[in-house]
C-alpha cells in the first residue's frame, strides 16, 4: 500500500482542479466564453490571480470562436504553443501553422526568426488565431504587419513570456488601434502552456467539467 493519499483517476483529479479554480477566481467580469479561457489559462498555470491581469477587447474571445468554428487556421509562434492544442478539441480540423518553422535555422536575419516566420505567414494571418506563447518580437511584428497593411487576424492570443519586450508587447497590443481582437495577459507572466491552453477552451466553447 502507498504511504501517499493523492487521487489517481484522470476525471476526478480533473473535475476536483476545476472545482477549486471557481472556488479561488471571480470570473464574474467575464462573458461564459472569455471565463472559459480564463479557466483553462489557470489551470495550465496553476496560478489565480492571472484573472485578474487579463486583458481583452469586447468579443474577442467569441470572435476567436466563430473563427475557429469557421476552419480557421491557428498559428502559433513557436513548437511548444502547437503542442498543446489538442488536436481532437478542433471544431473543423483546423491547421495549426508554426512561425518558427516557416524560417529555418541557420538563415541570415536581421531580427528573430519567430518575428520572420510570423512575416512570412502574413499571406495566412487573415482571420486567423493567432496564439503567441513565447516570443514579443513575433507579437511586435505581427502588429507591425496590419498597420502597413496586411489582413488582420480574428484574434491575438497575447501570452508572451520574459523580461525583455513580453510585458511591453502585450501593453502594444491593447493600445493597438487597429480594431485587432485581442486576449492577453499583462506583465512579463505568460508561456507557451497558457497560450495553448487559451487555444483549447476556444476550441471546446465551454466551461471545462
Not at 469557421?70 to 513548437?79: E, L, M
Not at 489538442?86 to 536581421?110: H, K, Q, Y
Not at 493597438?176 to 486576449?183: A, D, E, K, R, S
Amino acid at each position: 500500500m502507498s504511504p501517499y493519499d493523492y487521487l489517481c483517476d484522470p476525471a476526478a483529479i480533473g473535475r476536483r482542479s476545476f472545482e477549486i479554480i471557481r472556488t479561488e477566481c471571480d470570473f464574474s467580469r467575464l462573458t461564459p466564453v472569455l471565463a472559459s479561457v480564463a479557466e483553462r489559462v489557470v489551470h495550465a498555470s496553476g496560478m489565480p490571480d492571472v484573472v485578474s491581469d487579463l486583458r481583452f477587447s469586447p468579443g474577442a474571445a467569441e470572435a476567436g470562436r466563430e473563427a475557429l468554428l469557421s476552419g480557421a487556421a491557428i498559428v502559433a509562434d513557436v513548437r511548444m504553443v502547437a503542442a498543446g492544442v489538442t488536436r481532437s478539441l478542433l471544431p473543423a480540423g483546423n491547421e495549426v501553422l508554426v512561425a518558427l518553422d516557416a524560417c529555418p535555422p541557420g538563415e541570415a536575419l536581421s531580427g528573430t526568426r519567430s518575428a520572420a516566420g510570423m512575416e512570412r505567414l502574413s499571406g495566412r494571418i487573415g482571420g486567423a488565431v493567432i496564439a503567441i506563447g513565447n516570443a514579443p518580437t513575433a507579437l511586435f511584428r505581427l502588429l507591425e504587419m496590419v498597420a502597413a497593411g496586411a489582413p488582420k487576424p480574428a484574434l491575438v492570443l497575447g501570452f508572451p513570456v520574459g523580461f525583455v519586450g513580453a510585458a511591453e508587447s502585450k501593453e502594444a497590443l491593447v493600445a493597438n488601434g487597429l480594431g485587432i481582437p485581442y486576449v492577453a495577459l499583462s506583465g512579463r507572466r505568460g508561456g507557451s502552456a497558457m497560450a495553448a491552453a487559451a487555444v483549447n477552451a476556444l476550441a471546446l466553447g465551454r466551461n471545462a467539467p
